[in-house]
């Protein structure tokens, strides 16, 4: 069993940045692959990044790339997503992830834990 809480969302102007964590509790944190996901408000939630294991793969939604780092720090048990050149379009409730196992993926039914989520907003 994995308890996810993620944390480090608020409210941002345009173009500036926010680091969101997420800190997971039970064992074998280090062998679960874990990505993040987001949800604006009427839509479906939808993937974002995903990090293995190892920290050594990631990938990215396109909206994304070049502007969002996801990384890991197996030793605390944390996951971060850096979030740079915000955009309106990224608010979003931002909820983190993780599944058994060493295949990245972007399904949303593949991961097996989830945080509460925390609500990023960006302002024009």
């Known amino acids: 069993q994995v308890q996810l809480v993620e944390s480090g969302g608020g409210l941002v102007q345009a173009g500036g940045s926010l680091r969101l964590s997420c800190a997971a509790s039970?064992?074998?944190?280090?062998?679960?692959?874990m990505g993040w996901f987001r949800q604006a408000p009427g839509k479906e939630r939808e993937f974002v990044a995903t990090i293995s294991w190892s920290d050594r793969n990631t990938y990215y939604t396109d909206s994304v790339k070049g502007r969002f780092t996801i990384s890991r720090d197996n030793a605390k048990n944390t996951v971060y997503l850096q979030m740079n050149s915000l955009k309106p379009e990224d608010t979003a409730v931002y909820y983190c992830?993780?599944?058994?196992?060493?295949?990245?993926?972007?399904?949303?039914?593949?991961?097996?834990?989830w945080g509460q989520g925390t609500q990023v907003t960006v302002s024009s």
């Open positions: 039970g064992r074998a944190f280090g062998t679960y692959t």
């Open positions: 992830s993780a599944r058994r196992g060493m295949v990245l993926t972007t399904t949303r039914v593949e991961y097996d834990y």
